[in-house]
């Protein structure tokens, strides 16, 4: 178990431009069928039971490794996010499906993550979507070297030291899981109630 942090703080604050009822448009990698990830997250959410209502635990619907945003519902046009399913079709046709480890955790300010290794096909990917928005759009919103490969499965719900949260997660430090990454998700994201929830636009396959 490493953490990056000695502090942890409320995960939940409301970053600039959402609200109660705000959509937005993203691409993420999820998890559906990945039993290998589901046993590994409900091992750490076991691990974090005890913590009660100061961690918000992830149930294995919404895993999720985010790659690219795109931008709101209602300040994105419709007809240019299918422009962009399209073009991100043909380029992710030029990237081989691949297995990813996911895990050991590491503490961060504002949640339990894993780590995802190797980067280089997870880069490929996103860098595919990247080139793909900008075939439509005139910016690709969210900068390129601002990417921390990761899966949570837990965010901090209050503030205070990391103590509990290393001494819960002490028997799990070199846990891991497998996926088979075969796709890519855009989704229609919201945060309403304390869970990043979505539905699914498309699904776009590797190559």
Do not use: C
């Amino acid at each position: 178990m490493t953490s990056d942090t000695e502090a942890m703080r409320n995960h939940w604050w409301w970053r600039p431009g959402w609200s109660v009822g705000r959509r937005f448009y993203t691409w993420h990698l999820t998890f559906e069928g990945q039993d290998d990830v589901h046993r590994l997250a409900a091992e750490y959410r076991a691990a974090l039971a005890p913590l009660g209502d100061s961690v918000t635990l992830i149930p294995d619907r919404w895993l999720h490794l985010t790659m690219q945003g795109i931008g709101f519902v209602g300040e994105t046009s419709e007809k240019d996010v299918d422009k962009i399913v399209a073009a991100a079709a043909e380029r992710l046709a030029e990237v081989p499906v691949f297995d990813a480890e996911i895990g050991p955790a590491v503490i961060d300010p504002e949640a339990i993550l894993l780590h995802v290794h190797p980067d280089t096909p997870v880069r490929r990917v996103r860098d595919s979507i990247r080139a793909a928005i900008g075939d439509v759009l005139d910016e690709v919103p969210e900068k390129a070297e601002v990417f921390t490969l990761h899966v949570s499965v837990a965010y901090s719900a209050g503030d205070g030291p990391t103590t509990a949260v290393a001494t819960a997660l002490a028997g799990l430090d070199h846990a891991s899981a497998r996926a088979r990454i075969t796709s890519a998700q855009l989704i229609v994201l919201h945060r309403d109630r304390q869970m990043y929830e979505w539905e699914t636009y498309a699904t776009v396959p590797l190559g």
